[in-house]
């Protein structure tokens, strides 16, 4: 299976349990790995039969922008399924970091392993 790659997708958006975190925007650090076949895409070097990398992180993007959870744990799953939400990909694996959650850790996050 080929892989599509999203890497430190910088977001913004409202996540935290607190009030505090909850407060204001925060930066969100997404990765993502979609897989697909892109043997139809090269042999036909047409977009529409790709996974269209730039439409995707504008989604993730959107969703980070009106997200209300309070985990990452939960937003993780909310961008694994609009990933798979595109015909073309199969199983996907998406990284949620916070960068100013803990003192001293450059991030702290989940990353989940989803499939149709």
Do not use: P, W
């Amino acid at each position: 299976m080929d892989k599509i790659i999203i890497r430190d997708l910088l977001t913004r958006g409202h996540i935290g349990i607190s009030d505090s975190e909850r407060a204001g925007a925060q930066d969100i650090l997404v990765n993502a790995v979609l897989f697909t076949d892109t043997r139809k895409a090269a042999e036909s070097d047409s977009i529409d039969d790709c996974v269209n990398y730039s439409t995707i992180a504008k989604k993730i993007l959107k969703l980070s922008e009106s997200n209300m959870r309070k985990t990452v744990e939960a937003f993780a799953e909310d961008i694994a399924a609009e990933c798979l939400s595109h015909g073309l990909v199969k199983r996907v694996i998406i990284r949620v970091e916070k960068t100013s959650a803990v003192r001293f850790a450059e991030a702290v996050g989940v990353e989940i392993e989803r499939s149709k």
